[in-house]
């Protein structure tokens, strides 16, 4: 489970995007560029955002505050928590080499 902790400080997101990868699934937090909120998301992997269908993301927005950011985290642990079903069991297949 992603903690605050692990989030960051509020600092770090006027700067650049929060990614990682918890048993299957991907997620990045970051700060919309024009607006003061959180945009967080997050889709099956192994494949980067970017490399990922937009049909297979879901995401949320949260106000960029400490709270927001808590609001945030939570969001992406009951992602992961109520889809575990759609998360891939391994990191990524060989089949593409």
Known sequence: MLTYDDALNM?????????GWMGGMRFVLGKEPEA???????????????????SKKTDAKFPF??????????WINEQYESRKAEWPDKKMSTEWM
Request: glycine residues 6%.
């Open 65 to 74: 505050t400490d709270e927001g950011r808590k609001a945030a985290v939570d």
């Open 36 to 54: 003061d909120e959180f945009h967080a998301w997050v889709w099956p992997g192994p494949y980067i955002f970017d490399k990922t269908d937009d």
């Open 11 to 19: 600092n770090y997101y006027k700067k650049t995007d929060f990614t």
